[in-house]
């Protein structure tokens, strides 16, 4: 049975209670350490409450002991993030998550870094949130931080918790009992048509190494770092498509590196006869360009006029200068991504072939991000079903239809 010790401050006034399950001995018949977790009663709560909850937790905590699923390792939160983030490394993860991972636990290793990780509980993660909305917190605006930023150090904590919780040291994963903020919806933005000719029209006063990334870009949804790596070999000229199987992106500990794509899964994404044309010319120009230096031809299709390999931020620059060098609508990268599948899902394609193309894991990502514009087209299948099947003869009746 669970042994529970109340603990107390200075006044005498009970804070906590340390809860120890007996762990048994070892060969030599030496007593081994025993399990222990803290635990401390919520503000507010009546002393009915506390000895209920309290014992609650004494069972729940005797239970997980039994069945193994408890250590008696006291890691803090910093030391087991450091050997998590090494865990996850080995399995997959990309370099472009590794890094952000590092870049959002020096503020976090800076708040909870120092408890143990079966001290943590849902109220210190809720009061890191609310510190985190605080003004003076982006220390390049003096601003708070963004719901969405805030909602990025959650899901590294709960990620972090989550294999604790895997591994048995602790019970339970503190993150998903805390609220962090509700990053509200916004209308992702995207060009209409008419837009992207004027973009189409105005990169024909560039260089032709943008037009031709900017254009790709726009021909097939991609992502920047997709765009990036790839290569010569990739396009199949006969069949009008692109290989995309290579992620060039930056870090700060590595710089650019080539990875797998986010999804881990290679795609072929199909483009017009037009965009084949403009390669073919960048291609003969690259060639030149390199030869006339006494360079080798590169294998990318993405490097400045000399064949030097670009980097990838260099993308984004150049669209933001270039938006305001012509008078257009600031212009990300990602935008395209989003107006060409808006722009399919409007014009009634369906949603499988949508996802394939953009290289969403799952269907679903592609039905929750683009939900709003799924809305729109669910208008039109109503319309249509009145057509023609309640009012089938509304067409005719109607003169503004024929």
Known sequence: MANITPRTDKSGNIISYQIRVFRGRDASGKRLKDYMMTWKPTP?????????????????????????????????????????????????????????????????????????????????????????????QNKRTGEPLS??????????????????????????????????????????????????????????????????ITTLLIATGARRGEIMGLRWENVDWDSKRLYLCENRVYTKASGTISTTLKTGENRYVSVPASVLELLEIWKAEQTANCRMLGNHPPAYIATHEDGELMHPDGITDFLSKFSKRHGLPHIHPHMFRHTMASLLISEGMDVVTVSKRLGHAQTSTTLNVYSHVLAKSDERASDTLDDLIFNPNKSQDDPQSR
């Open 44 to 136: 507010g709560m009546t002393k009915r409450q506390i000895e209920k909850e309290l014992i609650r937790q004494a069972t729940l905590f005797e239970e997980n002991c039994k069945l193994g699923n408890v250590s008696v390792e006291r890691y803090t939160f910093q030391e087991y993030a450091e050997y998590a983030l090494k865990v996850k490394v080995q399995g997959g993860m990309k370099a472009k998550t590794v890094s952000s991972y590092r870049d959002l636990l020096t503020r976090i290793n800076a708040e909870i870094g120092p408890l143990k990780l079966q001290d943590i509980r849902p109220d210190h993660l809720n009061r890191y949130y609310a510190k985190l909305a605080e003004p003076g």
């Open 147 to 212: 719901p969405k930023t805030i909602r990025e150090h959650h899901r590294v904590i709960s990620s972090i918790l989550s294999l604790a919780v895997k591994e048995g040291l602790i019970p339970t994963n503190a993150a998903q009992r805390a609220t962090p903020p509700k990053v509200p919806k916004h209308e992702m933005e995207v060009f209409e048509p008419e837009e992207v000719q004027t973009i189409l029209k105005a990169l024909g006063e560039e260089p032709m190494k943008w037009r031709v």
